[in-house]
């Protein structure tokens, strides 16, 4: 399923060439202010969220698209999302429980190589 | 659902009682019902696997849920019945108690909860059903696995659903309630999963009426039906349903991929698989939410339900366990996993003609 996109994309898209993207996001929050009654602010999705999943995926609950680099929804079959992050999952980018399957450890951090933590440290 | 055919004194005594509620003799079925039970109680070895037992407390469930055919909606609440059905499921309740191995209990924190919960699942080195679905099955075996899970997953979700106005406002029911609306499809009906298990029977040539096959499911089967009813519909036990669906979440993703590749490797089609596909990605979705935030949650609300979520969530893995064995070890004797049918007016079942006829490697 695909979701059409919301009236502030549309903004974005039309003044995204004149304006700095500071200019763009004040003329999102004016447009929206001004197409928006109470009762659909009332109503509307929540913004997106993360939740990054100790040793799991990445939870992804709101108002959010998942798009391919050309801007082609990818299929998304439910509200909340999880999305792969072990680099494990035969169904990427969702979550499909491999990181059980490899131990992946969110804790742990790969040790940075010596060349570039001596050019850290001399910097 | 069809009555199902008696298994024993205290079944028959019940379903006759069922069938004839206000009709003359009333207060004496109910006598003989008791008596039997008390010597059924005492007699039984196993109570897990007792097929009159079982099948007695999963037809007082099934009042609860989509009821009997020709059996009065009342019969739900009458008081004698429900008295029954209580003495039932204290020795049941004592059963699980002492033969479901329980962890030591972690702080009654989320992150906590949530960490034994990932280890309780991970540890889990029951016979796998999974891999012999995914590499050897036949499509008799798929036949049979799928009438097996057929007696909760035509009712998927439902006996969770229970839980949802027993947990307090707050983390763990809000995220009971995420859940559940994805299990009935977020609002789609052709996405329900009780709707998808149903295409994928058909697929197979099956009927998916919801308690067609109820006559070949074995009582271990039945019990963990009623494992589950059991913690639903008793408030006192909101911590051991929120404990269940979590473990139940947390050992689904990875099986159902294996489930998927057995019924491709026969060559069926996505429409007959998708139920599994779905439950891939939408199950490493509901362990995440169920693990933190609806048995962690609720461990943080009321810490004392503690116990009883880690006892709801071992009771899967332990219940899973005798199912896979007792599964397995019919398949690989090459004999059925069902009942024999005994009755005429039981299902014509292709399914268990040819038990393990063209096991296939």
């Known amino acids: 399923m695909t979701a059409p996109a919301a009236g502030p994309v549309d903004a974005e898209d039309a003044t995204q060439d004149a304006l700095t993207e500071a200019d763009a996001e004040q003329a999102d929050v004016q447009a929206e202010e001004e197409e928006t009654d109470a009762w659909k602010t009332r109503e509307g999705a929540a913004p997106a969220s993360i939740v990054a999943c100790p040793n799991g995926p990445l939870l992804v609950r709101g108002d959010f698209e998942i798009v391919t680099p050309d801007g082609v929804p990818v299929p998304r079959d439910r509200e909340t999302v999880a999305l792969c992050r072990c680099g494990g999952s035969a169904i990427k980018p969702y979550c499909d429980g491999t990181h059980k399957l490899m131990k992946f450890d969110t804790a742990r951090r790969r040790p940075v190589p010596a060349p570039a933590r001596k050019a850290a440290e001399e910097a | ?361």
């Not at chain 2, 039932?88 to 906590?112: I, K, N, Y």
């Open chain 2, 1 to 361: 659902m069809k009555i199902p055919a008696p298994r024993g004194p205290v079944s028959a005594t019940l379903i006759d009682l069922l069938r004839n509620r206000g009709g003359t003799g009333h207060a004496n079925a109910y006598g003989s019902l008791n008596l039997l039970l008390d010597e059924a109680l005492a007699a039984t070895a196993d109570l897990l696997r007792d097929e009159d037992l079982q099948l007695t407390l999963f037809c007082l469930y099934e009042l609860h849920y989509s009821g009997l055919d020709g059996v009065e909606d009342a019969a739900e609440w009458d008081p004698e019945l429900i008295r029954v059905r209580a003495r039932l499921e204290t020795a049941f309740e004592d059963v699980l108690r002492r033969a479901v191995p329980v962890p030591e209990l972690p702080a009654p924190e989320s992150e906590a909860v949530a960490e034994t919960l990932f280890r309780l699942a991970a540890d889990d080195d029951g016979p796998s059903v999974s891999r012999f679905v995914a590499s050897k099955a036949s499509v008799e075996q798929l036949r049979e696995f799928l009438i097996l899970r057929s007696v909760y997953q035509l009712k998927e979700a439902d006996p969770h659903s229970w839980a949802i106005p027993r947990l307090p406002v707050g983390r763990a029911k809000a995220a009971l309630i995420e859940i559940q609306a994805d299990e009935y499809g977020g609002g789609r009906v052709e996405r329900m999963h009780s709707k998808l298990f149903g295409t994928t029977m058909e697929g197979l040539g099956l009927d998916s009426g919801y308690g067609y096959y109820i006559d070949q499911v074995p009582a271990l089967t039945l019990a963990s039906s009623n494992a589950m009813s059991l913690f639903g519909l008793n408030r006192r036990l909101r911590g051991a349903i929120a404990g269940h669906l979590a473990a139940f979440e947390m050992t689904s993703s990875i099986p159902n991929s294996f489930y998927a590749r057995g019924f491709r490797r026969h060559g069926f089609s996505d429409d007959v698989t998708y139920y599994f596909d779905e439950h891939v990605e939408a199950d490493a979705v509901h362990e995440q939410i169920a693990a933190r935030d609806l048995a962690g949650g609720l461990a943080e609300a009321e810490p004392d339900l503690l116990a009883d979520i880690i006892f709801g969530a071992a009771t899967v893995l332990a219940i899973d366990a005798l199912l896979g064995e007792e599964q397995l070890n019919a398949w690989q004797a090459g004999e059925s996993a069902l009942l024999p049918l005994v009755n005429d007016g039981g299902p014509a079942a292709p399914a268990v003609t040819a038990a393990a006829g063209g096991v296939t490697s």
